[in-house]
């Protein structure tokens, strides 16, 4: 049987610190990323939290011009926050209906 990729059961110290585990993954390894992690200051584990905020942000920036390569940039925004913002909040503050124009 295998390993599963995310483990259902965890202890509380583990969902602290969240782990996508594969059978390759050592628990040496998975130790010495924890203790690094821990021995962050603050103002490392912000700057880490920011720099994977702004990936993300480009994986959905990349996803709506793959959707709507025709879009300029002013769609792309609203295409993004109607991923994030409710329907009916996006609706009365900029025009965009979703149910209209989609996500």
Not at 26 to 53: Q, V, Y
């Amino acid at each position: 049987m295998s390993t599963p990729l995310l483990e259902t059961e965890r202890t509380t110290e583990e969902i602290r610190e969240p782990t996508i585990d594969t059978p390759a993954t050592s628990r040496k390894l998975r130790g010495l990323r924890i203790e690094r992690l821990r021995a962050m200051t603050h103002a490392e584990k912000f700057e880490r939290m920011r720099d994977l905020s702004r990936f993300v942000e480009m994986l959905v920036r990349a996803d709506v011009r793959r959707l709507h390569p025709e879009a300029d940039e002013r769609e792309i925004l609203l295409r993004i926050a109607s991923r994030r913002v409710p329907a009916e909040l996006l609706k009365r503050a900029f025009g965009w209906d979703v149910k209209d124009k989609g996500y």
